[in-house]
């Protein structure tokens, strides 16, 4: 399974922008790259996915490198309510779904 | 809420004990994930059913052992339990449990082992 690297903790100020990157330089072709976030005391919850282009979400913007070695998490105004452990995963056919350690993030009011 | 119920919420028991988690999944979804999250190890993904076949293993110890039933809830079964299994355990349920599904997760149960 493709492996993903994420810092282990960001900082931002709440209401600006915060770009959280993912590296995943063992992507192969049918791996589409996943984010979910945990809340505090909560179980994960599902934020955006893409395979090849950028895409966005009410929640969030994906954007993709173009040879999808690495992707960045875009949070376009940063709340306290952001604050969490954001999760870069890569999802292809074999169906395990594996966990990095994530990064945590912390947002200043 | 993300549709996905799991009981009990907290469970205290002793070594070498047994004990069964149930999650029920959103209405409609067919697949089922279980996951272990402790402090040192992480979010680990242990198993996946969909509509009733063990589809993925993970890190599932032999000790554990896991199901999922015609109304498509599943259950854990933990045995022999050790001071080390003390973790959250969550369970995420997705529609078909493809590579492009969201799982959404439940609200987790907190296993205590004494």
């Known amino acids: 399974d493709a492996k993903t690297t994420q810092p282990n903790s960001m900082e931002s100020n709440e209401e600006e922008p915060v770009h959280l990157p993912c590296n995943h330089s063992?992507?192969?072709?049918?791996?589409?790259i996943h984010w979910y976030r945990q809340l505090p005391s909560q179980g994960p919850e599902y934020v955006i996915h893409?395979?090849?282009s950028n895409v966005n979400n009410r929640m969030a913007s994906l954007a993709i490198a173009e040879d999808r070695k690495s992707s960045t998490l875009i949070l376009h105004r940063a709340t306290l309510r952001d604050a969490a452990v954001y999760y870069c995963?890569?999802?292809?056919?074999?169906?395990?779904?594996?966990f990095g350690a994530g990064t945590r993030l912390f947002v200043k009011a | 809420d993300s549709g996905v119920t799991q009981t009990p919420k907290h469970l205290i028991t002793a070594t070498g004990q047994r004990v069964t988690l149930r999650c029920s999944p959103r209405?409609?979804?067919?697949?089922v994930y279980w996951y272990q999250q402790s402090l040192d190890q992480g979010l680990q993904f242990l198993i996946q059913?969909?509509?009733?076949?063990?589809?993925a293993k993970g890190n599932i110890l032999e000790r554990f052992s896991a199901q999922q039933f015609p109304d498509l809830h599943s259950e854990l079964n933990l045995s022999s339990l050790e001071l080390g299994d003390s973790a959250l355990y969550f369970c995420?349920?997705?529609?078909?449990?493809?590579?492009?599904?969201?799982?959404?997760f439940g609200p987790g149960t907190r296993l205590t082992v004494l």
């Open positions: 995420a349920s997705s529609v078909e449990g493809h590579s492009t599904d969201t799982q959404y």
């Open positions: 063992t992507i192969s072709g049918t791996d589409y």
């Open positions: 893409g395979l090849t």
């Open positions: 995963i890569l999802k292809a056919g074999g169906f395990k779904t594996i």
């Open positions: 209405s409609g979804d067919l697949s």
């Open positions: 059913y969909y509509n009733g076949e063990e589809r």
